[in-house]
């Protein structure tokens, strides 16, 4: 499901981290092309590379050399404060560790996004409880995330990624912490998000429940890519 506008591309990528004593080399010089509605993975053992990809990707941290381009913007031009509003407006981002505000409601967690972007609060709290509706737990709207499933919290997240209709969504293991039936449960709700809002993924994931699902694989070897592959459209079985 998707079309010919890059939405993401990369330019020989490269990523080093530096201590006092010793140079460790993340990417090394990764050039691709991300399209509007893509479901992509990016695979590949730990420490391949593929997190310090989307952390790049999401302007998280800065490349040692190489650009990235979000829809035509070069991020190497941007304050960090530019970066921050990019981050805030144009992607959205579920993390291994969930990441929910345990002080705040599973309704102001999703809410929280739309807060920063100055919606009014009449607004952003019915948008929240629409995505919440969605995806299937407008239930827990006024529950704390201590309260809920591990699962439910991954859904939270998930809701809180895309209530702002970011251009894309940057998911780092976001099934590592689930059993299968959760899992799966989990990346038909992404999937469907992606089919009927068009809503763009990406992930950084070894986990092959979600590998069998996607619709491009890029695998990733010691910061380099190995293998760019169109699969057949699971939405199609």
Do not use: C, W
């Not at 490349?63 to 805030?88: C, H, N, W, Y």
């Not at 599973?106 to 409880?129: D, Y």
């Not at 239930?139 to 990624?161: N, T």
């Amino acid at each position: 499901m998707s079309n010919s506008k890059a939405l993401i591309q990369t330019i020989d990528l490269h990523k080093t981290y530096k201590t006092e004593a010793v140079e460790t080399p993340a990417l090394n010089g990764v050039s691709i092309e991300l399209h509007v509605g893509e479901f992509t993975a990016v695979a590949g053992p730990s420490g391949s590379g593929k997190s310090t990809l989307l952390h790049l990707l999401g302007g998280l941290d800065r490349p040692t050399s190489g650009e990235i381009f979000l829809e035509g913007v070069a991020l190497s031009g941007l304050s960090k404060d530019q970066l921050a509003r990019l981050r805030m407006t144009n992607i959205g981002f579920v993390f291994q560790a969930y990441n929910l505000i345990p002080v705040l409601t599973v309704l102001e967690n999703t809410a929280f996004v739309l807060e920063l972007q100055g919606v009014v609060r009449a607004e952003r709290i019915k948008r929240a409880r629409k995505i919440l509706a969605e995806l299937g737990i407008e239930q827990y709207a006024d529950q704390y995330p201590s309260r809920i499933s591990g699962g439910e919290q991954q859904r939270v997240a998930v809701a809180r990624a895309v209530v702002a209709e970011p251009s894309i969504v940057l998911a780092d293991e976001p099934t590592a912490n689930l059993d299968t039936a959760t899992s799966h449960e989990l990346i038909d709700l992404m999937r469907r998000l992606n089919e009927e809002k068009g809503a763009t993924f990406l992930f950084a994931t070894h986990d092959s429940r979600l590998l069998d699902r996607v619709s491009r694989l890029i695998t990733i070897v010691d910061g380099l890519i190995t293998e760019d592959e169109k699969k057949h459209d699971p939405s199609a079985e």
